[in-house]
């Protein structure tokens, strides 16, 4: 999960990196206060790269507020994600002249001059970089905006987000729901599963997937629905040959 901005970042060994091996994990913070962030002086280091201490996590916690992250040292994936995206920031900002010259169809390509095969794209989309932090922020707000929980990984949150337009936003949902009679909400205490699998949050996560899968089934049958109506809309409505005398083709 992390590989994208250890490449961005020249990281040595961007898919070998493993976040739950201890020793990984504080090599890595290590390099990027050496290598990347800088936001101590030198001498002020000492507690960071003392790895083997006992007091290393309180150094790691006060370098992670001193920087502004907003996870705990006990959210590992979330907080190396946070400080790798910082790292990319500050990256961006040593080249942003150099960085802002690069063009889409360059990326990847031995002569920066030569145009892409098949012409360049016009979807605006592709000029995008999904790592701005600005681009990050957006996505966090749109996450709160539609009561979205949040998450470390920006792209996954974006996928809910899209999901969430497409099933209650869209010109086609809101069509529906407003054809649909609207009932009293059901929660997850008042349904009843069926069987009990002895842990409260296994239930309730068999809760939930029963309700996904009545949601499948009830699409399904709607996606039916409108095939027999097209297929009736065709077989209902046969021609009159008046030499045969009779109806049919």
Same mark, same amino acid.
């Given at each position: ?29 290590? =390099? ?23 007091? =290393? ?24 994600? =946070? ?167």
């Amino acid at each position: 999960m992390f590989q994208r901005k250890l490449l961005a970042l020249n990281h040595h060994q961007p898919q070998k990196f493993n976040s739950s091996d201890e020793n990984e994990f504080r090599s890595m913070i290590v =390099w990027l206060e050496d290598q990347k962030v800088r936001h101590y002086k030198i001498e002020d280091r000492a507690g960071l790269r003392n790895t083997s201490s006992s007091d =290393w996590p309180k150094a790691l916690e006060n370098y992670a507020n001193d920087l502004g992250c907003p996870y705990p040292i006990s959210e590992r994936n979330p907080m190396i994600d =946070w400080l790798l995206g910082y790292a990319v920031r500050l990256e961006y900002g040593d080249d942003a002249e150099k960085l802002r010259s690069v063009k889409p169809h360059t990326l990847g390509s031995s002569d920066g001059n030569k145009p892409p095969q098949g012409g360049a794209s016009s979807n605006p989309l592709d000029a995008l970089d999904f790592e701005d932090p600005d681009f990050k922020a957006g996505v966090t707000s749109l996450a709160m905006m539609l009561q979205i929980p949040p998450y470390h990984d920006h792209l996954e949150q974006l996928k809910a987000i899209c999901i969430v337009v497409k099933e209650k936003l869209s010109i086609e949902a809101l069509d529906r729901a407003g054809k649909e009679q609207q009932g009293e909400p059901a929660t997850l205490e008042t349904l009843n599963l069926g069987f009990d699998t002895g842990d409260y949050i296994i239930n309730e996560a068999a809760k939930i997937l029963r309700l996904l899968h009545i949601r499948d089934l009830r699409e399904l049958q709607s996606s039916i629905n409108q095939a027999i109506v097209a297929v009736q809309t065709i077989t209902a409505n046969p021609k009159t040959d008046s030499r045969l005398g009779k109806v049919g083709r």
